[in-house]
């Protein structure tokens, strides 16, 4: 029942991305760039998904909090700007940026992309939606997580920020970014609480030649 119900809501969800798709004229190019972001992510995000599907879990953290903070974001990083840009519902608080705008977006669209990519690469089936420790967990300190401790919310930054560029609505385009800054100043303390206890002093110092969001000069 449970794969029934998601198999439903993909299935709203992506007709819906293709029907915003459809009245790009109506919305505006930087659009279809959005949907490309959304498309892209959850593509990407899939198969390592699926991998970590065997993992025997140990510990989990702040549960509720957990499953708040994710609807949260998938209410303002999907649900409200997809709404928007296929109703029209909040047409009344619509801007208009020069489309030299929405091609920087792109570019930056394209170093997100990768680097969440990547940062999924690099973790493997360390990686899980929520914030949780299994059996077999280890501390990755290789590749963008070298001097980074979390990439992909690096990347996620990146994606949510240029929202407002391809949303072009204050009220749908910055529901994401701010739903996301929400889920990152209340999330990350407890997961590196987590994290530290887990792996102690060796967590210390890797916390010592790294940076949360960016690389520690």
Known sequence: MQA?????????????????AWRWQINGWP????????????????PFADKTKTNEITERTSVSVERGLLILVSFGGT?????HLATGIFDFANYQLPEWAAGGGGVLLIFGLWLFWRSHA???????????????????TTGVYRTIRHPMY????????????????????LSGPIAFAIMYVLRVPY????????FGEAYD???????RILPRL
């Open 122 to 140: 690099d973790l493997g089936r360390n990686w899980s939606v929520t914030t949780e420790l299994h059996e077999d967990q280890q501390l990755i």
């Open 154 to 173: 690096s990347a996620i930054w990146i994606l949510f920020l240029i929202q407002p560029l391809f949303v072009q609505n204050w009220i749908a385009g």
């Open 191 to 198: 997961e590196e609480k987590m994290m530290r206890e887990r």
């Open 79 to 83: 649900i409200l700007p997809l709404t």
């Open 4 to 20: 029934l119900v998601k198999a439903v809501f993909a299935l709203i969800g992506m007709s819906l991305l293709a029907y915003v």
């Open 205 to 211: 110092d890797y916390c010592a030649r790294s940076g």
């Open 31 to 46: 659009s279809l760039l959005w949907v490309a972001t959304v498309v892209l992510m959850m593509t990407i995000r899939a």
